[in-house]
């Protein structure tokens, strides 16, 4: 063929465009490939008849090979004669779909597009996306531009065909209207958020559905979802989320004209007849951030219906928009009086001091400077507060906290240390937790116990946190008679009766705190823990044997050297681990595939291509499944740490090994994955009455047998 087409070549375009495909297939290569460029553009505007009975230009084709079949159903299939021939794929020079790739899917997705939305529309669209997900590094600037354009190539149950910009990644249930697309193609994060740039939620967008919100008459509002609404304009506040340009002066305006704000039941003293009220934010109400305040002023003024415990949560949004002046503590002036003087005490305000020290190793800020703390005693004291000219409830109080620019003056009825009430106690608590920024829950619960404890348990108390105090900080705490104490007592000295108690169930190695279970994977010990009774080594070492045997029987490439994490190997004949303990779990394996866990059972979701690190943390008992299980203040950091949300890929997983009846012939492994979630859904039902212990609730765990 010269540089224009033959006479024969035009005829057989016309009237036999089968003919031609088979010659072009069987001689296209070896006799006409140099003249490609002279029929190219002739050739690709052929008609040719489809497997739809309907007649298309070529490119606008695709060769019905079973792999496009089985992966690109909805797409056009010209009639190509023996479509496993391989000589077809030369046909890509004439833009003919010849094999499987991003081309092919991006015709598919056109195609679903132009099909009636129906039951198996979700399903194949989802198989496009993880496809394009897998491949986003192949993935063009064409096809980005084509998904990004205002087409709608993106497919939301909710919302239909739509452009890409309507979506949003993470939504969540307070925002009823929104898009969201993790938990509809979790598999699809890396096409989405990374390449294509789709965001969480943002601010801009709850304040959109708080607008909305507003227009709907009070008597017929969501009470509750609008309360998460606003939370959940905090948390992005705080998370800092979005740029400078969303959170700017014309969306904080927006937020002024807003009566969404809920107050507590209304008074009828206030004009308003008993019920739920909104204000905006240039209206008259406070927020009560201290129950005692709170308490005071309740059916007096108008006050934000959250809880106290939640007023820390909407702190990023008060700041942001400015209304500090509407928080209680800041707004109230206090007039306490006294029956009689209050007598300064030097040895309370010596122990506070110190103990202030300890606590404030608890907080963000380790290295902060604490004010002079003094403690002073008084017969009795009653409080006064008031705001503008309301005058809050007049009540005896218990305990009284003035604090100026660099001191803190604490006037007590008893001595703060010992036997004092549980108001008392509470109010001391939450004004260290509060001055120390103590934001880690784990270590809320060692403030009051830090408060009661002699100086010589502080060390323990601390080392159970994971917090390696300085000498300086200790010896400070710590005076020579103590110290004599703290020896003579070979267990834990000097606590009351009480806070003993509490100390023993928080504690994260003490092993008679279960009959039978062992917590035989605490990573720090106190010179209390450090004998473990031979018979829960010997438990522990039964349930880790028995797991290692499981993953040698189902894992090709298990090693026990490599991949048993935990002190106890060695008694096996391997070698001595040497890791450090306190954040690793007993066992770790990495799936470069992302799927051998899950094909063995292990784990219920296979998340093919991505390596994947699962930290198993093995938990053994000699009775059966329901008997509850210890857990550790590391083990519940650990779980922590790699909890995962569905709908992201994870690159790290923990898991709990479950083995019981561990000394029958055959014992029972099941798996728990995710048991931070599981905690904290209930699955798996925590309490504290002897430590951490860890019982199943209704939910099953994966179960294997080995």
């Keep these: 063929m010269g540089m224009t087409l033959s006479r024969e070549c035009r005829w057989l375009i016309a009237k036999d465009p089968k003919g031609l495909l088979l010659l072009l297939r069987d001689h296209l290569l070896k006799d006409y490939h140099s003249d490609l460029q002279y029929i190219r553009q002739e050739v690709q505007c052929m008609k040719i008849t489809c497997r739809d009975g309907q007649e298309r230009q070529l490119k ?8 496009l079949l089985d992966s690109c159903p909805h797409i056009a299939f010209g009639e190509f004669p023996d479509p496993e021939n391989a000589n077809w794929s030369c046909f890509s020079s004439f833009s003919v779909t010849t094999q499987v790739n991003i081309k092919a899917y991006m015709q598919e997705l056109q195609a679903v597009l132009l099909s009636p939305i129906g039951t198996e529309t979700l399903g194949a669209v989802g198989q496009i996306y993880t496809y394009l997900s897998k491949n986003c590094r192949n993935l063009k600037g064409d096809a980005k531009d084509k998904l990004r354009s205002v087409m709608e190539l993106v497919y939301h149950p909710q919302g239909g065909w739509v452009p890409l910009d309507a979506c949003v990644w993470q939504g969540s249930s307070y925002l009823p209207n929104s898009l969201a697309l993790a938990n509809i193609y979790p598999a699809s994060s890396e096409l989405f958020q990374r390449t294509l740039g789709v965001a969480d939620v943002s601010v801009a967008e709850i304040i959109k559905e708080l607008v909305r919100v507003d227009k709907i008459p009070g008597s017929s509002r969501d009470h509750s979802l609008l309360k998460i609404t606003i939370l ?13 340009v969303q959170v700017n002066d014309a969306l904080r305006g927006t937020m002024g004209n807003l009566q969404i704000f809920p107050m507590v039941s209304t008074p009828e003293s206030l004009g308003e007849p008993p019920g739920v009220v909104y204000r905006s934010i240039d209206q008259d109400w406070y927020v009560g951030d201290r129950g005692v305040l ?12 959250f809880e106290v415990e939640d007023i820390y949560k909407l702190m990023p949004l008060i700041k942001w928009l400015s ?13 306490t009086t006294y029956l009689g003087s209050p007598v300064y005490n030097r040895g309370w305000s010596n122990d506070i001091q110190k103990k202030a020290r300890c606590i404030a190793l608890l907080g963000i800020n380790t290295d902060m ?12 004291l009653s409080v006064e507060r008031t705001i503008g000219g309301i005058r809050g409830k007049t009540e005896a109080g218990h305990v009284s906290i003035t604090e100026s620019k660099d001191s803190v003056k604490i006037v007590v009825l008893e001595d703060p240390f010992k036997n004092s009430s549980p108001r008392v106690d509470k109010e001391l608590v939450d004004f260290f937790i509060r001055m120390c920024a103590i934001e880690d829950v784990s270590r809320v619960s060692l403030v009051s116990l830090i408060f009661k404890a002699s100086f010589g348990d502080v060390r323990d108390l601390l080392e159970g946190a994971n917090i390696r105090a300085s000498t300086e900080v200790l010896d400070f705490c710590v005076d020579e ?9 070979g267990e834990i000295t000097g606590l009351n009766a009480a806070a003993r108690g509490v100390f023993k169930q928080l504690s994260i190695g003490v092993p008679r705190l279960l009959s039978h279970a062992t917590d035989h994977g605490p990573r720090i010990f106190t010179s209390a823990q450090q004998d473990l009774p031979s018979r829960f080594r010997e438990i522990g070492l039964k349930a880790e044997i028995h797991v290692n045997n499981f993953f040698q029987q189902h894992l090709p490439d298990w090693k026990p050297e490599k991949h048993w994490t935990s002190h106890l190997r060695e008694e096996r004949g391997y070698s001595v681990f040497l890791g450090d303990e306190s954040a690793t779990a007993d066992f770790s394996y990495t799936d470069t595939e992302g799927k051998i866990l899950q094909a063995i059972g292990v784990v219920r979701e296979s998340w093919s291509s991505h390596t994947i690190t699962y930290h198993i943390e093995v938990k053994g008992t000699v009775c059966g499944f329901e008997e509850p299980f210890h857990f550790s203040q590391n083990q519940m950091n650990l779980a922590r740490k790699y909890a995962f949300k569905h709908g992201k890929i994870p690159s790290d997983v923990f898991l709990i090994g479950r083995v019981y009846n561990v000394e029958k012939e055959k014992p029972g492994l099941k798996f728990y994955w995710n048991p931070w979630e599981m905690i904290n859904k209930g699955s798996l039902v925590m309490t504290v009455n002897d430590g951490y212990r860890i019982a199943p609730g209704n939910t099953a765990a994966t179960c294997k047998s080995a």
């Design 294 to 305: 709170r308490r005071a002023f309740v059916e007096r003024v108008y006050l934000l219906d």
């Design 369 to 380: 400077t604490l004010p002079h703390l003094e403690v002073l005693l008084a017969s009795g």
């Design 232 to 244: 959940a304009l905090s948390e992005s506040l705080g998370k800092g989320q979005p740029s400078p």
């Design 323 to 335: 209304i500090d002046n509407k928080i209680l503590s800041s707004a109230v002036q206090q007039r």
């Design 481 to 489: 008679a103590e110290q004599h104490a703290a020896a003579e007592d």
């Design 60 to 67: 606008d084709t695709a060769v019905p090979s079973k792999s």
